[in-house]
């Protein structure tokens, strides 16, 4: 049903919970609605704390900052952050086996034909170069180098992107501050009740459990896992996708600066799950992700600990969820961003992001106090696609491993979503990519997945028929070398981290 007459404009916002999701919704809508006669309140409870992990991102998070007039040379000395040029996965094909999915792409397109139909063309003729000598990411990330992309990159071979490792709560921090300069009110304290509208169920103010009553027009749920508005007060279902994701558990631990900190995250195969390592400037993030059904917490602790790249700093914490989504992110006059509105495993860093684009779509679809069902319908679409795309993104990941071991075993086995059957019958039958409505990922990020795993097409274009394989391997070996070359004149990524302090 739509709304009618003339609109009610909203004048109070209430978001709960103060982890990265809500900060940077406070940040992000106060900044956005600077102008506006709305009034922003973040309650949060240093009692109870955040979930204390997030730190690797994708590079939407520095168009984030950015359009709040943040540098990425403060951002990152305000968050002890390091250059994340992409991901290396280790073990993941096999034992040994490494590949990097860098942010950018590869090679360069010739005659309307893309780039991976002339190397894997190329690989028939008997080149074998890997996919990832065609990108400069990949090979800076290789190198352990870092380097500003160019602003008007000479070719294609010069484009990549970058993103960064950061201190979660270095990040939160940040937020706040921005937040709080804009005029935002922040309450600690515990909510011990939500108040619910007799006549249609709109929530109507949060309770303090020193009694005091938060009122608002509008209200964000950033609580994390446990949902506090969305899940808990207005009984929004959650989706369950354990079925596809095996994963159910992690611990996370701090440790010890272990050498020049590498220019991508690492994420490396273990028993039933995967160990992260993200460098920071000024310690290590490290974590397991398991699957309960697999392993025990003992085990996967066990296999963390031994595993470390130095020393611990702190005590392992212990992470339990349930991989998928709230049947819907809005519901009345309510929106859940972050945690509260789902989770899926940080295997390809989408949590912030998911952030980011809840925040966007929110500006975008921004209702009156009436709430418009139409508005929440579409935020509620969009969503849920988006998220969809990212969980067959994750899936692929498992279903293409080719490792031993029954949990590695079940992943192969497991029934796809159609969305991703239909994407990788594509793929393998003619090298071509499905691309849905909000995808997070491009199709330089399946090729790279796709590739590494070494899932190749049958076939390549047609149009590459009658093409002279010496002309063709001389023309890659020209594209390989000129990025070497190129990462050659860039600076190491602990030299870069200078560069960017100095000019913070
Ligand atoms: C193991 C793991 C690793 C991850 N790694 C990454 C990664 O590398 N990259 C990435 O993008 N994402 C990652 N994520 C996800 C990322 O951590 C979250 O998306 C992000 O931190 C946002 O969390 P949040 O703000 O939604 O929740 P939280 O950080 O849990 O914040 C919840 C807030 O709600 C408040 N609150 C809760 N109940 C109440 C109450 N009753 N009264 C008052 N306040 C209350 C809390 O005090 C807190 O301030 C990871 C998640 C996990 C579990």
Request: a negative charge; proline letters at 6%; glycine letters at 10%.
């Amino acid at each position: 049903m739509t709304t009618t007459g003339p609109p009610e404009p909203i004048r109070s916002v209430v978001i709960v919970g103060g982890g990265t999701a809500g900060w940077m919704a406070a940040a992000a809508l106060a900044h956005h609605f600077r102008n506006a006669p709305i009034r922003f309140t973040l309650i949060e409870s240093s009692e109870i704390g955040t979930v204390g992990v997030g730190e690797a991102t994708i590079p939407t998070i520095r168009r984030f900052y950015a359009a709040l007039g943040m540098s990425d040379a403060q951002v990152m000395k305000a968050c002890n952050a390091t250059a994340k040029l992409g991901i290396r996965f280790n073990d993941w094909l096999r034992p040994g086996h490494s590949f990097v999915h860098p942010f950018g792409r590869f090679g360069q397109d010739l005659n309307g034909v893309d780039f991976h139909h002339y190397w894997l063309a190329a690989r028939t003729a008997g080149d074998t170069a890997p996919l990832g000598d065609y990108s400069l990411g990949a090979m800076l990330a290789q190198e352990g180098h870092a380097t500003l992309p160019a602003p008007n990159p000479p070719s294609q071979l010069s484009i990549f992107d970058w993103a960064l490792h950061f201190d979660a709560a270095l990040f939160a921090q940040h937020m706040r501050r921005f937040a709080e300069g804009l005029g935002v009110t922040r309450i600690d304290a515990r909510i011990g009740e939500v108040a619910l509208r007799g006549e249609d169920g709109f929530i109507d103010a949060v309770v303090l459990e020193d009694d005091r009553r938060i009122d608002g027009d509008f209200f964000i749920d950033c609580s994390g896992f446990r949902s506090l508005l969305l899940g808990e007060a207005l009984g929004v279902g959650y989706q369950d996708w354990s079925h596809w994701l095996f994963c159910d558990g992690a611990w996370a631990v701090q440790s010890e600066r272990a050498g020049d900190p590498p220019s991508c995250t690492t994420v490396t195969a273990r028993t039933a799950g995967w160990q992260w390592r993200i460098p920071l400037r000024h310690r290590e993030g490290n974590g397991m992700v398991f699957s309960s059904r697999f392993q025990s917490e003992q085990q996967a602790l066990d296999e963390l600990l031994v595993n470390l790249p130095g020393t611990p700093t702190t005590d392992p914490r212990r992470l339990r969820f349930t991989p998928g989504r709230r049947d819907v992110a809005w519901s009345r006059n309510c929106v859940a961003l972050g945690l509260a509105s789902g989770f899926l495993e940080p295997l390809e860093s989408t949590s912030i992001a998911l952030i980011e684009t809840g925040i966007e779509r929110l500006k975008q679809l921004f209702p009156d106090r009436r709430c418009d069902a139409g508005l929440a319908d579409e935020f509620n679409e969009q969503s849920a696609e988006e998220m969809e795309r990212v969980r067959d993104f994750l899936i692929l990941h498992y279903t293409l491993n080719g490792r031993s071991g029954p949990f590695w075993e079940a992943c192969r086995s497991l029934n796809m979503p159609s969305t991703l059957n239909k994407k990788l019958a594509l793929w393998r039958t003619r090298g071509a990519f499905l691309r849905y409505r909000w995808e997070m990922f491009s199709p330089a990020s399946w090729l790279a997945i796709y590739a590494g795993f070494d899932c190749l097409p049958g076939s390549v274009d047609p149009a590459l028929a009658g093409m002279n394989p010496t002309q063709l391997t001389r023309g890659l070996h020209a594209m390989r070398q000129s990025i070497r070359a190129a990462v050659a004149d860039t600076p190491t990524h602990a030299e870069f981290l200078e560069i960017m302090e100095a000019s913070a």
